[in-house]
């Protein structure tokens, strides 16, 4: 659980492509954008298309060549996803590049987190 707004709310799983969707806005939003701010966007986008496709996160896991408990951490950001990883997902499903590569669009990536 978390505490937001001095109240406890459950970490909830995103399942829905407007709840992920919202999710890369608070990040593409902040202040400061970082690599691993890059890198929890894409996770996000893959389970965005991973859910628009109807694969489950084992489906995934075949097409990536790891485990499904390995898609879990690059979804929820635990782990970083290699753009090889993103490369095998796109050809695989006939997805363009641009799909996790627009991601920057225009923003710089900073080195750390500025307060």
Not at 22 to 28: D, G, K, L, S
Not at 66 to 89: L, P, W
Not at 95 to 103: K, P
């Amino acid at each position: 659980m978390r505490k937001e707004n001095g109240t406890f709310m459950r970490k909830t799983t995103l399942q829905k492509p407007h709840e992920i969707d919202q999710a890369i806005n608070v990040i593409y939003n902040k202040p400061y954008f970082t690599v691993d701010s890059l890198y929890r966007i894409w996770g996000l986008k893959l389970r965005k298309k991973r859910l628009e496709l109807n694969l489950t996160q084992t489906d995934t896991s075949k097409i990536l060549d790891v485990t499904f408990q390995q898609v879990q951490k690059y979804e929820n950001g635990a782990n970083k996803i290699s753009f090889d990883k993103i490369v095998m997902f796109c050809q695989k499903n006939g997805i363009g590049y641009d799909y996790f590569l627009n991601t920057l669009n225009g923003r710089t990536l900073t080195n750390k987190e500025e307060k």
